[in-house]
């Protein structure tokens, strides 16, 4: 068994897929990369507004996303670079995308927090929290309707339990039989506040349950049992057993936003999260296996100048042409035909 979230020891190599594990350390790796670059590019004044860093999360994106077709599709949270690049969304587009340059996931006008990208069933990050959650249903649904076999993945964070779209989605979701996976990102905290101190029962799985909806409970920064927990509930969707939870307690080890110092948490608490950062653990069971740190670290330096590459290719690139800031905009008219006696 692997170790738990407080840093013990990490899993024995046995009966393990090394050369698949191998792969995707080096997907976290490009996460952890990108997500560093992006810090960097805010720090130097490159990207602007809030900048959600997944930091220490980035074995639920990778072990979850690893379990999916390019066809099947993901909704995401205001926390969703890993996600994205995870699905396999190219990462210099999504880089433009975040310094709102041409040639971006959206050309420019999504941002972090709304990142998107149709061409690998990636429907969109939200800056509402449990707002996707709805939305990730109606995409069911609509599977369900033209007789597709895709399924929908849906992340969200703990703190999303405490909003009706958690309970209302679920609700439909079961009622219908639909093919959703519905990840909870457990890392702790609603923003500023710890999700504990005003989260009444037992969590997203116990409220799954009530609701007869099947969840799993994992150590969300074990590699291993994500993909496995993953591959187990993919695999149950597409036979149509119906909508799946997965509750992956993970931790988020910087700030709500890449500028928030935390000084809200406990000190030392942050700080001593980091020996059960997942990129710790599945390193120690690969360099276990038999897999040289040399190949390692030529992995997560790959990744480092890749991402390094696309902060300075997305500062160097044009910005997106104003002009496409009213394309994709529905006009309805004048809002002031509505309002008039006769209407």
Known sequence: MTGGQDGAPAATASNHDIPRLTALHGLMARIRAFERA?????????????VHLSIGQEAVAAGVCAQLRRDDLLLSTHRGHGH????????RAMML?????????????GGSMHIA???????GANGVVSANIPIAVGAAQAIRLKGGDQVVVCLFGDGAINRGPFMEGLNWAK?????????????????????????????????????????????????VAVDEATRDAVARLRA???????????????????????????????????SGDPMRRNRALLE???????ELDALEQAATDEMTAALDAAEAAPWAPAALALED??????????WTREG
Not at 117 to 123: A, I, K
Request: charged share 20%.
């Open 329 to 338: 905009v529905q006009d309805a008219g004048a809002p002031a035909r509505f």
């Open 38 to 50: 992006a810090e960097t590019g805010q720090n130097r004044g490159l990207v602007l507004g809030a």
């Open 175 to 223: 009622v219908f039989n639909l093919p959703v996976l519905f990840v909870c990102e457990d890392n702790g905290w609603s923003a500023t506040t710890r999700t504990s101190t005003l989260t009444a029962g037992e969590g997203a799985a116990a409220r799954a349950r009530s609701m007869d909806v099947t969840a799993i409970e994992i150590d969300g920064n074990d590699l």
């Open 117 to 123: 990208d149709f061409s690998v069933g990636m429907l």
């Open 84 to 91: 994205t690049l995870a699905k396999g969304a190219d990462a």
């Open 240 to 274: 149509g057993e119906g909508p799946i939870l997965i509750h992956a307690r993970t931790y988020r080890l910087l700030g709500h936003t890449a500028s928030d110092p935390a000084g809200y948490r406990p000190a030392g608490e942050a700080e001593g999260r980091w």
């Open 97 to 109: 995308e975040l310094l709102g340059k041409a040639g971006g996931t959206s050309d420019g006008r």
């Open 288 to 294: 276990a296996a038999g897999v040289p740190a040399a």
